[in-house]
């Protein structure tokens, strides 16, 4: 299993560009996060969903940003138009169903976003 | 609201020293904690949950509800141990269950 697959893996471009990042999870998982980490503010939780259906997005900083699940295999985060701000490190990571043992959420690799 | 402090950013210590990564947390129900390890150029990985009470890598952690605590210790640090440490806190209720809150992480560097 290669885990969690992120895409792509380094994203430079300039501000005012859309950028989208994708993410394909484990499969059988029924979660699925973005997160983004920065210096400034570490690891912050963007949006989750639960079998493809968005929970809590109240972490989207604000309209430029959305997140798109239209299977339980793929999902994407877009950023339209990009800011300089932007610029951070994006994880996916999923995770198994709603059972104690199952609490373990599987991270990506990351795409670092540069916005010049 | 749920909340998950970890005060020291950056952590320095030696070789074979004890080190200890603090975290505190706020939370209203039960709580269920872990930490998060992310080795340099690594994807972030658990290291331990609180639930498990085991040791992985020679670190332990304690969950201390008096004092709304879950330190991550080792009594002797080694260089691998360099690596960016998340503390998290599990949302198990309601409407944002499986929604993990994670601490600012605590940066630990270990000197030969």
């Known amino acids: 299993d290669a885990g969690v697959i992120q895409s792509p893996r380094h994203e430079v471009t300039e501000m005012g560009q859309e950028v989208t990042l994708r993410c394909k999870p484990i499969?059988?998982?029924?979660?699925l996060f973005w997160y983004r980490q920065t210096m400034m503010r570490g690891l912050e939780l963007l949006i989750y969903?639960?079998?493809?259906?968005?929970?809590?997005d109240s972490g989207m900083p604000e309209d430029r940003f959305s997140a798109k699940m239209p299977n339980a295999s793929f999902s994407t985060l877009k950023i339209q138009p990009s800011e300089p701000r932007d610029s951070a490190v994006y994880f996916c990571?999923?995770?198994?169903?709603?059972?104690?043992?199952?609490?373990?959420?599987?991270f990506g690799p990351g795409t670092r976003l540069t916005v010049l | 609201a749920q909340r998950v402090t970890q005060p020291e950013k950056l952590l320095s210590v030696f070789k074979g020293a004890p080190v200890e990564l603090k975290c505190n947390y706020s939370y209203s129900g039960s709580p269920e904690l872990f930490w998060y390890v992310q080795y340099s150029r690594q994807r972030l990985q658990l290291l331990l949950r609180h639930i498990s009470r085991e040791s992985i890598k020679g670190f332990t952690a304690d969950l201390n509800k008096g004092e709304t605590s879950f330190h991550l210790k080792k009594p002797f640090a080694q260089e691998e141990d360099s690596a960016m440490y998340y503390c998290?806190?599990?949302?198990?209720?309601?409407?944002?269950?499986?929604?993990?809150?994670f601490g600012q992480g605590t940066i630990l560097t270990v000197h030969p």
């Open positions: 969903f639960n079998n493809n259906v968005p929970i809590d």
């Open positions: 499969s059988g998982h029924d979660y």
């Open positions: 998290a806190l599990l949302n198990a209720g309601g409407t944002s269950y499986g929604k993990l809150t």
């Open positions: 990571a999923s995770r198994p169903g709603r059972h104690r043992e199952n609490n373990e959420q599987f």
